[in-house]
């Protein structure tokens, strides 16, 4: 036992003697060499990272050239060099000690003297270590035959799929961030900032459709914040998010505070997305201490985020895309491209991707809109294009304009090409990040003859609109998603920031259009030394002072743009002399005090004019002297009168908008000036602010054996004109051209009888009645053919032809506050039966048929018990939305068979506020004496095949969904679509 213990002993202390041994040799080696294997460690490192890239470039360079994949030992030296590089604390030690060394002065030759002996000994531990892996690696580098391999069809195309599974996977969880900080009550602001095409605007349009941000705040509003922001406008736009009351005519002093208050009063939480490009303090737009609002600041600055009061862990960076995300969203979309005809079957050969990754690498750099535009450049060229394309970008800095420049091309490569080019810049001569409305883009290339073979408006605004989604899937244009954005049936669009000065530039020097664009700071000058003679365009806005154009003469000039521009109200009578080569001329927001500048009637080759918000223009005589006006539009502005005699003269005018116009002296549309616009095709008049009223159409006086008697009287009145100063509706019937109308009709009797000019309509945006605000669901927009019924006055005759053609072909179909009516599609017989003649626009017999309807709204009508007394058939219903309807007992009357499909293609549902609905549908009687209970919102006696989407919210009498009493197997099939259903306070609920 004792020679055991002896043995073990002398064991440990030879092990203990040679390590020692081992540690005095080791150590003082890497105490003495530690700066010279540091420096062996930096130059290896960078050795070993140049025959990185060169390996990187060989295999990318098989990739394009043979179509070659890299090797699986390629990838992996690849992947043990990167870990190898990877910059922990050591390794940066190591690599930069040497300098930090030379700064010492040292004592002795062993070094010993100076410095820290540990820490020493330690980095030339590591150094001697990473030398050896270095080594390593060196030896194993693969070489050519080992490096790439042939990559079959079949795997090419899984290989893609693989690629465009990954997502983009930070939009996602920053996305999730925003939502959990925004529903966060403990957060006032919240903050999203990146750089300049990161992607922001996607994830905000993710934000705004994700359904608890839309469950949680009942209103959205995004605005724009410029460096010189406009305040009014900012809370212009919000005070129509939140329908603030009487809002026109609050004092600007006191805008904050009644903004401030009006919001408070409403009690529905706000989100209000701000895009800021410098400090804005939100009192001053009356939002900033405000428990039912929420502010998103989104920005390219942190800094910005924390002036606006943003705490900085609640600001949200946006980082650019890594490349496995940009590879991924640049497959999906030129797959996007496959789908829509383009070439996605022809990517049978590896060097796609290879040449894919290498562009998105080098010169997309994580950008979101370049990444886009990349894929729509080569969306529809083969693999010698995609070199052609590197190749040309190589070594530029300015990849990224090419790249847009070339998407913009590829995008508009028709026949047309050149007008749609010019059509672009169009939106780009207005500030960066504005909404610009796509009708009004669509009235200027009229004026400037961009839009041609068409036949008619509303082709021309179909034309428009096609060239705005050709731009926008370039990335040229965005849409502009906010509810409140909708001008004559056409959405908005905004112009990013990299794209205006690319465009705008791009034809300035291809001789296409000399461009003066001047208002905020940040906005580029074109060529400031170019004569006055050569511009094409100008466009002053922001406040920027006008009065540097004023008598100059411009021999080329085309299209002016003054919008808010300084000083507003001083303009001498002789400012437009010299722009006789004028065709189009916008004004927006100027107070001419009492008169307007007479030059303008010398503008003879003048054919757009576009004063929109301009008060005190006077007398506008001079109007009779622009004989080539296609379109004049007096949106929002103030004039004195219409001159009558001076409007006959304008016989090419195509398009009249009076929309929101306040005609001062009698406060009337003359008669007989519309019946002699013989061209007329697009009349607005949608709520002139100072209109008496619409000239009556009334039911003769006739004898009662000559009038018609029964049903033929009731549905076809015989009507005539009283004799007025002011126009009437029934004038249209005298216009064979018009085909888009826009109107405010406040009482049924001025209805026309004859239906002439409404089956001619191919767009029409009418309201009938009074007290009714713009319905506030997006869905309600984009349709052509809109017709909505507020309040309509009791005992008024309603003109049965001409309503019920414009029901047969409306789309959107919206009822706003009506009062006094139980049903809105009555049963005819029964009326009859009682005698009683009432102010309601659907009569109908047997069967209601509405073969054009898509959406359907009601909200606010507290006196309707259901939408319709009689059956109904609509084939093509997409939507129905019921909102505050308090007597509502149901909503439609079935056959009183089982397993009707009247609503065959409805495929969401929304029902919010009905305290007295129970069912769907019912055999009951119309009377108010309705059961409070029905057995289930859905029973067998109508189906809905195609319903996706049920949301029901504060509905007190619904019991039941379904009839859980019937099991027959065609009821169950009815809801086989059915994917999404959201039940929220329903008292007598049964789950």
Same mark, same amino acid.
Request: hydrophobic residues 35%; aromatic residues 8%.
């Given at each position: ?334 797959? $996007? /491209?496959? &789908?829509?005809?383009?070439?996605? %079957? ?7 991707? !290879?040449? =894919?990754?290498? *562009? ?79 009708? $009004? /883009?669509? &009235?200027?290339?009229?004026?400037? %003859? ?7 408006? !509303?082709? =021309?605004?179909? *034309? ?528």
């Amino acid at each position: 036992m004792e020679n055991i213990a002896k043995d073990l002993a002398g064991s440990i202390l030879n092990r203990v003697g040679n390590a020692a041994m081992d540690y005095t040799i080791n150590g003082y080696k890497f105490i003495t060499t530690y700066k010279k294997k540091s420096k062996e460690v930096k130059d290896a490192l960078e050795t070993l990272e140049k025959r990185k890239e060169e390996l990187i470039q060989e295999v990318e360079n098989k990739g394009v050239e043979d179509g070659e994949e890299i090797t699986a030992d390629a990838e992996d030296w690849l992947r043990k060099v990167n870990e190898l590089l990877i910059e922990d604390d050591e390794l940066k030690k190591i690599t930069t000690i040497n300098d930090e060394i030379n700064e010492e002065k040292d004592k002795c030759f062993c070094g010993f003297c100076n410095g820290n002996l540990c820490y020493r000994y330690k980095c030339g531990k590591i150094a001697y270590e990473k030398l050896r892996k270095i080594r390593e690696l060196q030896n194993e580098v693969p070489n050519n035959d080992r490096l790439t391999r042939v990559v079959s069809g079949e795997k090419v195309g899984q290989k893609i799929s693989e690629l465009m599974s990954f997502g983009w996977i930070s939009k996602k969880n920053i996305l999730e961030e925003l939502v959990d900080l925004l529903l966060d009550h403990q957060v006032n602001s919240v903050g999203l900032y990146g750089p300049k095409g990161s992607g922001k605007t996607e994830v905000i349009r993710d934000l705004r459709r994700d359904p608890r941000v839309m469950n949680t705040f009942n209103k959205t509003v995004r605005v724009t914040v410029t460096s010189n922001p406009n305040i009014k406008d900012i809370q212009d736009k919000i005070a129509k998010t939140i329908e603030a009351v009487d809002w026109k005519d609050v004092d600007m002093k006191n805008r904050a505070k009644n903004l401030e208050s009006q919001i408070r009063l409403k009690r529905e939480k706000l989100l209000i997305i701000l895009n800021v490009c410098e400090k804005l303090d939100l009192n001053s737009l009356g939002t900033g201490d405000n428990d039912f609002c929420k502010h998103l600041v989104v920005s390219t600055s942190l800094n910005i985020c924390r002036l606006m009061g943003v705490k900085e862990k609640n600001a949200v960076e946006m980082k650019p895309m890594s490349l496995e995300e940009a590879q991924s969203c640049f497959w999906k979309r030129v797959y $996007d /491209l496959k &789908r829509k005809g383009g070439w996605g %079957d022809q990517v049978t050969t590896y060097a796609y991707i !290879s040449l =894919a990754k290498k *562009l998105i690498k080098d010169y997309c750099k994580g950008s979101t809109n370049a990444i886009m535009s990349l894929a729509n450049v080569l969306g529809n060229v083969d693999i010698t294009k995609w070199k052609e394309l590197e190749a040309e970008l190589k070594g530029k800095q300015n990849a990224h304009e090419i790249i847009a420049r070339k998407s913009v091309q590829a995008s508009v490569e028709s026949k047309d090409s050149e007008a749609i080019e010019k059509f672009s810049a169009l939106a780009c001569v207005f500030p960066q990040e504005s909404s610009v409305p796509i009708l $009004d /883009l669509m &009235r200027y290339a009229i004026g400037l %003859d961009l839009i041609k073979d068409v036949n008619n408006l !509303s082709q =021309a605004m179909s *034309l428009a609109e096609g060239w705005v989604q050709r731009l926008i899937s370039s990335y040229s244009l965005e849409e502009d998603e906010d509810e409140n954005n909708w001008t004559g049936g056409l959405g908005h669009v905004i112009v990013p920031r990299f794209t205006r000065d690319n465009i705008i530039s791009d034809l300035h020097k291809q001789g296409k259009g000399k461009y003066m664009l001047k208002d905020i700071s940040r906005w580029v000058q074109l060529d400031e030394n170019i004569r006055e003679e050569s511009y094409t365009t100008i466009s002053l806005a922001s406040n920027h002072n006008h009065s540097c154009i004023s008598e100059h003469k411009f021999n080329n000039l085309e299209m002016l743009i003054l919008d808010n521009s300084k000083p507003k109200d001083e303009f001498s009578d002789k400012f437009f002399q010299g722009m006789t080569t004028l065709k189009v001329l916008v004004l927006k927001g100027m107070n001419f005090q009492q008169k307007s500048p007479t030059s303008i009637g010398t503008l003879t080759n003048l054919t757009t004019l576009h004063l929109e918000d301009c008060k005190l223009l006077g007398d506008i005589s001079w109007i009779g002297k622009l004989k080539k006006l296609i379109i004049l539009s007096l949106r929002g502005s103030s004039v004195d009168e219409i001159p009558e005699n001076e409007m006959r003269k304008l016989q090419r005018l195509r398009v009249l908008d009076l929309t929101k116009c306040e005609i001062h002296d009698d406060g009337i549309i003359p008669a007989n000036v519309l019946s002699k616009l013989p061209l007329l095709e697009g009349f607005y008049a949608y709520d002139i602010s100072s209109q008496k009223d619409w000239a009556d159409c009334s039911v003769n006086d006739t004898p009662s054996s000559s009038r018609k008697s029964g049903l033929s009287q009731l549905l076809m009145p015989e009507i005539s004109s009283i004799a007025s100063d002011y126009a009437s509706i029934d004038e249209l019937n005298s216009l064979n051209e018009l085909n888009v109308l826009e109107i405010k009709i406040p009482n049924l009797n001025q209805l026309p009888n004859s239906d002439k000019f409404v089956k001619n309509l191919n767009h029409f945006y009418i309201f009938i009645g009074k007290d009714a605000e713009p319905p506030v669901s997006k869905s309600a927009k984009g349709f052509s053919r809109v017709l909505r019924f507020g309040s309509i006055n009791e005992g008024s005759q309603a003109k049965y032809k001409f309503l019920n053609t414009l029901l047969l072909n409306t789309e959107c179909l919206s009822l706003e506050g009506m009062q006094g009516q139980s049903h809105f599609i009555q049963d005819i017989k029964q009326l009859l039966k009682s005698r009683k003649i009432i102010s309601l626009p659907g009569y109908h017999r047997g069967e209601a048929d509405f073969q054009s309807l898509q959406y359907l709204e009601i909200q606010g009508c507290h006196d309707l018990e259901g939408f319709a007394a009689i059956p109904i058939k609509a084939p093509h219903l997409n939507e129905l939305k019921v909102v505050k309807c308090s007597k509502m007992n149901y909503i439609f009357k079935d056959h009183g068979q089982d397993f009707q499909d009247e609503l065959p293609s409805l495929r969401t549902l929304y029902l919010r506020k009905l305290d007295k609905l129970g069912s769907l549908s019912s055999t009951e009687s119309t009377s108010s004496d309705l059961p409070l209970h029905f057995p289930a919102l859905f029973n067998k006696k109508m189906t809905f095949p195609s319903l996706k989407t049920l949301r029901v919210k504060k509905c007190g009498q619904i019991v039941n969904l379904w009839d859980t009493s019937f099991s027959d197997n065609k009821y169950l099939r009815t809801w086989k679509n059915l994917t999404e259903v959201s039940i929220h306070a329903l008292t007598n609920y049964r789950v």
